[in-house]
Structures are given as C-alpha cells and as structure tokens.
C-alpha cells in the first residue's frame, strides 16, 4: 500500500516531478546545467513573486541550510537583529544567530501567539544597530501564519532589513516580496512546492546581494556571498551541488505555473478547508483559528483518553502519515496534517474516511 503523506514535508510528488529523476547525468560545470540553473532562477522569483530588482540562487541541503546560508552571511560587524520568535522554527532562526554569534533581541510572545506589534516598533527605535527584523512566515509548528506584511511595514518606516524563513510558506501563501517589504527569504523543495528535500533556495534583493563580501560569511559552504557571485558569472553553485534535485525542483515550479499561482494555492487551500470541516463534524478542536492558519497546515487536539502516539500509527496502517505536535503540544495530544505537494480530492476523500475511523 502506497502512504499518502499528510505531513508538512516530505510532501508527496507527482509522477512527472519523480520521472525528471531520471534526467540522464550531466557535470554541473557545462552549459546544460548553466541554461537549466538560470531558468530555475527565474521560476523562483516568479514564486515568490518577485520584480526584477531581485535575484535568486539554489543551495543544496534543507530549508535550514537556506536559512544558514543567510543568517551567517549577511551581518557585518555591530549589525544586530531583531528575531520576532513564537515557535519551533523561529526558535531554530535565533539558535543560528547565537552559533554565528549575531547580537539580537528577541521577540518571544509564546506559540502560537501574535508578536506585539507595537513592541516592534518600539525596539526598532531603540536600537539603531538593529539591521535585520528576522522571522517565520508559516510556523509550522502551530500552522499559524505570522503578521509578515504588517512587520514588513515597520522595516520599511524605519529603514530596515526584513530576513522571512518562507520555508513552509512559499507556494501554499502569497509571499508577495515587493509588498511585504522583503529584503531577503528563503525556501525549500519538498514543502509546498511539491518537490524533494535538499532542494533549497534564496530569494533577495539584488542591492543587498552586492553588498556582500565573502569574508562576511561565517562558513565555507554557506556562503551566500559565494553563491551570488558565481551565479551572476556563471550561472553556477560555488561548489559542486545536489544536480539530480534541480530538475524536479524546475519541474515543479513549472507546473505551478502551468496551473497558475493562484489556482495552486487557492486548490490546496480548499482542499485543507474541507478537511478542517471535516475534523470538527467529528468534535475534534483547533489549535487556533481559521483566520490565523496558513492555508495548508491544521493543528488538532485528540479528543480526550486518544493517545497521540497510537493514533499515528493507526493513521499509519491505514496508509496516512500524520505529524504529532511539537513541544508543550505533544503532552497535549494534539497532531497535525497537511496538504502540501501533489495532494488530490481523492486523497482528501481517503483521509477523512481513515481519521474518521481513527477518532472513533
């Protein structure tokens, strides 16, 4: 039996995604590679919906190798952040900035709870060394889309650098760079897109790109200095990367497209409508409001005497992976599901048919 994963990555992908595999075998040093890689390039700024002011490069590794590259290249020295942290990946944004040995001041309201704008404001004219507002788009962790526009109008007012992880976000929200105010982000294949992990990438402002010198860079590989440069010479990675996982990469941008943008997102927004209906028929309850979820993440309490562990395995056995909560959440029994990646109304009707009988 073939597992339909509901889970925010790994995703499943389609059989056109998987094929483009099999691309026979080319040295990443070749024109072939350099016409594909520039062709990716433009499928990313499309996603993030990008004007030409700027520009995108490929890092091979997850969504946290993306965030790496970015958070231990862009700080010049007495640059300082400002991390808005509610969640497990914000927690893992400032756990990057204290290895790098970034000075920051944190944000931290609790999961899955809104940062208060006004103390944003506030820190930002306290502190004129703040560079860069750093933040979560989707906190997958709780499913909860953070207030990204309004942070992004604060950077704006107040000169600064807005740093999005777009990890879980990009191709299940609108990112919308140009209107959010987003100096740089980043995300990863094998999420929303409906590609493979490994495959992960940056999205930035041209001008804040030429800005940096590999020397700001704290490490040798995550160098997003390197990657920028040798992308603009030659459309190429500073070393050797992850080829096989640029092609599905591109071919799932390009279906993206071929459907539209918004066709794509508005199809996996209905699609986790109906099972979010479906769940609360059954007397299950959400972790928070519809208004505050993104769009392809559902986080959800077990009814009480469920056990989440067992629950998941049922799940299991009847062929749906599911995630169970993460942190204080775990304790709680609460367990997510996601359609992120080649989802389809079928699947759907197959999920809530086995929560459905798991939940009895």
């Known amino acids: 039996m073939k597992t339909k994963l509901f889970s925010p990555g790994p995703v499943l992908v ?16 070749s024109p072939e590679f350099e016409e594909m890689f520039a062709e990716l390039q433009q499928n990313i700024l499309k996603l993030f919906e990008a004007d030409d002011s700027y520009y995108a490069v490929v890092v091979s590794g997850s969504g946290t190798s993306a965030n790496e590259t970015c958070l231990s290249s862009i700080f010049a020295d007495g640059d300082e952040a400002l991390l808005i942290n509610n969640g497990e990946f914000g927690g893992r944004l400032k756990e990057i900035l204290e290895k790098h040995g970034v000075p920051f001041t944190e944000i931290a309201p609790g999961w899955a709870n809104d940062p208060d704008l006004g103390e944003v404001e506030a820190s930002l004219k306290a502190n004129d060394k703040i560079k860069y507002i750093c933040m979560v788009f989707h906190e997958t962790s709780t499913a909860m889309i953070n207030p990204v526009h309004e942070v992004g109008e604060l950077a704006h007012k107040y000169g600064r650098r807005l740093f999005v992880d777009c990890v879980s976000a990009a191709a299940g929200q609108h990112i919308r760079v140009v209107e959010n105010h987003i100096d740089i982000c980043t995300s990863v294949g094998g999420k929303c897109v409906g590609a493979y992990p490994g495959s992960a990438y940056v999205c930035a402002k041209k001008e804040l790109l030429d800005g940096l010198t590999p020397e700001m860079g704290k490490t040798v590989y995550l160098n997003l200095a390197k990657h920028y440069q040798m992308a603009v010479a030659k459309h190429q990675t500073p070393n050797t990367p992850n080829v096989n996982l640029f092609w599905p ?10 459907e539209g943008l918004d066709q794509y997102i508005e199809r996996h927004a209905a699609m986790t409508a109906r099972c979010r209906e479906a769940a609360r028929e059954m007397g299950l309850k959400m972790l928070l409001p519809d208004e505050k ?39 709680m029994n609460m367990f997510q599901f996601a359609t992120m990646g080649y989802i389809t109304d079928e699947d759907v009707d197959g999920f809530i048919a086995a929560l459905r009988k798991n939940i009895q």
């Open 249 to 258: 990469l591109n071919t799932a941008l390009k279906a993206i497209f071929a």
């Open 293 to 331: 979820m993104s769009n392809t993440v559902t986080s959800v309490f077990l009814p009480e005497g469920k056990n989440v562990n067992d629950f998941i395995a049922a799940m299991g056995k009847d062929g749906y992976t599911v995630y169970a909560g993460k942190g204080k959440y775990l304790e």
């Open 14 to 29: 389609s059989d056109e995604v998987r094929n483009s595999l099999l691309h026979y075998d080319i040295c990443h040093r």
